[in-house]
């Protein structure tokens, strides 16, 4: 039993949740080099109350942590924020040890507890609507709703605690630290988050907006997400990132060349591109390999940079199927007001730019350049003078009108 790992918040509230390193995929889709943590929360106050719990893969350490810290008290109360088996799985493990809990969730949550195969005894629940509030003691908790984006949430109105369930969260393990200073944010998180945001909930920002404001109207002092660091400072940065990503507004001006390449034809087309904007002085240029970088990888460098250049091979007379999946993606993921210009390449019939235009085309507020380069095979003269042309309009469209 001396298994458990857990840090204090503040003088009655406790994280219990854990990290996962062996994990390779989380959702088994985006790769998680660094891990990812799941957190769980545990307020001792006259009551005792969980948030949320873990993925099985930290099942054990989990239950030991609550123990550890519950010591020989019972435990009166579940909050769940969200359903999803990353933090939902362990919900019967903790009835299973604590049979008095009784379970506080929202009507759809119920509803999805019920379809994950998890069957609580309906005298055990008990369900919240937005704006509902709730005392466990000296703590007086007010429930709010989210719908899409993963954040049902709870604010323990006493101390200004949000949990924010999946929102201000990010992929990566914790290692020990737990808060946002313990940590150096912006230089070894912000791409992990920026990638968990985008990739998760990119598509929902509106939804996202309409959260933003409705927390604005309440004094926060700690947000508590159901991975990644506890935020207990620094809100503006984290804010105005979400704030940027939720509007689809870009973070920098830049250039992100995205090449699909069989032989090194396009890329090299692509290296040119690179060149001559660095030349003119655009040096927040950055190419990608879309055969080679995982498209959430993708998908978070283009909420980042202003502008894209899709550079693409003819294949099967269509595009290139790794670049096909990446401008799938950016479209379920609600990707807007980007400047785009595409370079294609066929040796046999040149299809491939004008399917990435139509493509682009049914996104929403995209900035197409009309400036095209087209290489039969690989680079010619002509094509160099083409480049110049779509140098330049990439150039003028950065210019503050
Ligand atoms: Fe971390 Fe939406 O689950």
Redesign the pocket.
């Known amino acids: 039993d001396s298994m458990h790992n857990v840090r204090k918040i503040t003088e009655d509230l406790y994280w219990v949740g854990g990290d996962e390193h062996r994990l390779h995929l989380f959702e088994n889709v985006h790769p998680i080099a660094r891990g990812v943590s799941y957190n769980s929360y545990l307020l001792l106050d006259k009551k005792t109350v969980l948030f949320d719990t873990v993925d099985w893969a930290i099942g054990r350490q989990f239950i030991e942590n609550i123990k550890h810290v519950l010591k020989d008290r019972k435990l009166d109360y579940m909050v769940i924020n969200?359903m999803?088996p990353?933090?939902a799985a362990m919900i019967q493990e903790v009835v299973m040890h604590y049979p008095e809990v009784r379970i506080i969730s929202s009507e759809k949550a119920f509803y999805f507890m019920n379809q994950f195969g998890f069957h609580i005894d309906p005298e055990k629940c008990e369900t919240v609507v937005e704006g509902d509030t709730k005392s466990f003691g000296k703590h007086k908790i007010l429930f709010v709703a989210a719908p899409m984006v993963?954040w049902p949430e709870a604010i323990d109105l006493t101390n200004g605690v949000l949990f924010s369930?999946?929102a201000f969260?990010s992929f990566g393990a914790l290692d020990g630290k737990l808060f946002n200073d313990e940590v150096n944010f912006d230089r070894d998180w912000i791409n992990d988050a920026r990638r968990y945001y985008t990739n998760?909930v990119g598509k929902y920002g509106p939804h996202v907006q309409a959260l933003l404001k409705k927390a604005g109207g309440i004094d926060i002092k700690m947000i508590c997400p159901?991975?990644g660091p506890v935020w207990r400072n620094d809100f503006e940065y984290l804010l105005d990132k979400y704030n940027r990503w939720s509007k689809y507004i870009p973070e920098e001006k830049g250039v992100m060349i995205v090449y699909a390449s069989m032989y090194g034809n396009t890329e090299n087309a692509a290296s040119v591109l690179a060149r001559k904007l660095v030349e003119k002085g655009m040096t927040n240029v950055h190419m990608y390999d879309v055969s080679k970088v995982h498209v959430s990888e993708l998908i978070a460098e283009t909420f980042r940079y202003s502008h894209i250049v899709f550079a693409s091979v003819t294949y099967n007379l269509g595009i290139y199927p790794p670049m096909h999946n990446y401008l799938m993606d950016m479209k379920a993921l609600n990707v807007q007001k980007r400047t785009v210009a595409v370079v294609e390449n066929g040796s046999w019939a040149c299809k491939v730019g004008s399917l990435m235009v139509q493509a682009l085309e049914e996104m929403k507020d995209m900035n197409i350049l009309n400036e095209k380069v087209t290489l039969t095979s690989s680079m010619t003269e002509d094509n160099h003078i083409e480049m110049d042309s779509l140098v330049d309009a990439i150039l003028d469209s950065m210019k503050d009108k």
Do not use: N, V
Request: avoid cysteine.
């Open positions: 969200h999803e990353d933090h993963h369930a999946d969260g998760i159901l991975h």
